[in-house]
């Protein structure tokens, strides 16, 4: 691993760090088409694209969801209610699952077991999305949350009423009319960082073509978002870097090195611009 990377070029590593943050910002646009849907105005767009990135602090946890720090922030600097802006959250998720299953989709003609994937990350997204719109269903569910044993029937009785009203919200941002422009937002943004793995294998003298590169790191992706790990560590790393070597034909060192070097493109690089912002933001 050290001789292959004695031989990478660097110059691909930045070039990977540039798409990264590339889809940082189509994601920002992603974060402010909800905020306009939910009629949250009068923030400079400065600020705004700060509190986004700030949330990727927390991006180290199972599914993101510590993303919902920037509704924290939100909240401290404009005083807009968490429960408002929480659903943003998991409106991001839903749409960035649906692009990751179609980056999946598109590079899996050539790999068996590939639509596998794509169908349980489809049956994820329409669970979630009859949850969400079918208000009877979602209400009967939370009814029952005071009902469970111990500490989890009295935090049910607490934050029950805080999910009801946020589903009311989120109710309003997965219409399939206000599904198509965040999804397409999401394909072109994952798509970028499938296009940063494929610019680092290069780095290494690696000639995969780029539609397999995009099926490996969308279908680790997927599994790291499954796995209730954090960041997906472990689970996404090691199947990343498996496909590579088996289905990608690319020598285990070099996997090894490209697959470190993606990781810290994609998931600790994110880390790091989120503490900048915040100390930005401050």
Partial sequence: IAERFE????????????????????????????????DIRGIPKGESF???????VLTVTPGKVGEVFKSLILNQIRGISIARTAPIVVAERVTDLIGVIVMITAGSLGFPGGLFWASIGAALV???????????????????LPSLPGAFGR??????????EALVQLRTMTTPRRLVIPTVLS???????????????HGFGEPTPLPPTAFFYATATLAGALVPVPGGLGVTDKLLEEQMAHLGHVAPATATAAMLLARFATLWFAVAVGFCARVLLR
């Fill in 50 to 56: 700060l509190v986004f990135l700030s949330g990727f």
């Fill in 7 to 38: 031989a990478f070029a660097w110059w691909s590593f930045a070039a990977a760090c540039g798409l990264a943050f590339s889809n940082y910002v189509l994601r920002f646009l992603k974060w402010e088409y909800y905020l306009a849907t939910l």
């Fill in 155 to 164: 935090a049910g009785g607490r934050v029950g009423p805080r999910i009801g």
């Fill in 187 to 201: 394909i072109a943004a994952w798509s970028l960082e499938g296009i940063a793995l494929w610019v680092i294998l």
């Fill in 126 to 144: 329409v669970t979630l999305l009859v949850f969400v719109a079918w208000e009877p269903l979602s209400r009967a569910i939370l009814s029952h």
